[in-house]
């Protein structure tokens, strides 16, 4: 019987990326596997670009330090990288981030991936993809913000968390309440305020449902 090897949690990178089996294994010594239970809250406290993250499992919320404490910035799913701006020598800022599921996060120090950038054309194209994406995003946000007002913005988030998160139901669409009004709002550059006057007027008009474990997407296009 083959004994399973000690990098098992390798093989969600590699099929992700359509790698050869064992292309990370050579590696292995420059990864690190760590596990985190549903609301551990884990914090990178220094900047630096010592690493990547690959999250093969779970779901992430990703914050900064500000002088108002921790404002969230983006969300993490599964199967997915984050860090990867150090890759391109930018500073890899402190970050908090909430573990919304069990999670398990696969530490990639920077040395081995920029090896792995080299070695393997998938691996190098994928985190360019990544890097790119990230700077479209933050376009994408900054545009919302010049073209949208407030309320719109929100209803957008909404539209966007049941297209990612939401679970068929019968004549519903169902999302785990994973995020309070403040994160919202952070992430739309509104205030709470906003986020819960939209919210209630939205279920006001049976268009949505909510309650502390969920939101109940009832009409696939929003509006107030």
């Given at each position: 019987?083959?004994?399973?090897?000690?990098?098992?949690?390798l093989?969600?990178?590699?099929?992700?990326?359509?790698?050869?089996?064992?292309?990370?294994?050579?590696?292995?010594?420059?990864?690190?596997?760590?596990?985190?239970?549903?609301?551990?809250?884990i914090?990178?406290?220094q900047?630096?670009?010592?690493?990547?993250?690959?999250?093969?499992?779970?779901?992430?919320?990703?914050g900064?330090?500000?002088?108002n404490g921790?404002?969230?910035?983006?969300?993490v799913?599964?199967?997915?990288?984050?860090?990867e701006?150090?890759?391109?020598?930018?500073?890899?800022?402190?970050?908090?981030?909430?573990?919304?599921?069990?999670?398990?996060?696969?530490?990639?120090?920077l040395?081995?991936?920029?090896?792995?950038?080299?070695?393997?054309?998938?691996?190098?194209?994928h985190m360019?993809?990544r890097i790119s994406?990230?700077v479209?995003?933050?376009?994408?946000?900054?545009?919302?913000?010049?073209?949208?007002d407030?309320?719109?913005?929100?209803?957008?988030?909404?539209?966007?968390?049941?297209n990612?998160f939401?679970?068929?139901?019968p004549?519903?669409?169902?999302?785990?309440?994973?995020?309070?009004?403040?994160?919202?709002?952070q992430?739309?550059?509104t205030?709470?305020?906003?986020?819960?006057?939209?919210?209630n007027?939205?279920?006001?008009?049976?268009?949505?449902d909510?309650?502390?474990?969920?939101?109940?997407?009832?009409?696939?296009?929003?509006?107030?």
């Amino acid at each position: 019987m083959t004994k399973p090897s000690r990098f098992w949690f390798l093989n969600s990178v590699e099929q992700q990326l359509n790698l050869p089996e064992g292309t990370c294994l050579h590696l292995s010594s420059g990864k690190i596997l760590k596990r985190f239970e549903i609301n551990a809250q884990i914090k990178k406290t220094q900047p630096n670009n010592s690493a990547v993250y690959w999250l093969s499992k779970g779901l992430l919320k990703i914050g900064r330090f500000s002088s108002n404490g921790v404002t969230l910035k983006y969300l993490v799913p599964q199967n997915q990288f984050f860090g990867e701006m150090a890759l391109a020598q930018a500073e890899d800022p402190a970050f908090f981030a909430t573990a919304v599921r069990d999670c398990n996060i696969i530490y990639i120090n920077l040395p081995t991936a920029n090896n792995l950038m080299t070695e393997y054309p998938e691996f190098r194209d994928h985190m360019l993809e990544r890097i790119s994406h990230r700077v479209k995003k933050l376009e994408d946000r900054l545009e919302e913000l010049a073209n949208h007002d407030s309320q719109t913005r929100v209803i957008r988030f909404l539209e966007k968390l049941s297209n990612d998160f939401g679970e068929n139901q019968p004549g519903k669409r169902v999302v785990p309440n994973f995020l309070k009004n403040r994160e919202i709002a952070q992430l739309t550059f509104t205030s709470r305020q906003t986020v819960n006057a939209v919210m209630n007027e939205l279920k006001r008009k049976k268009q949505i449902d909510f309650d502390q474990k969920s939101i109940t997407f009832l009409n696939p296009d929003l509006h107030c």
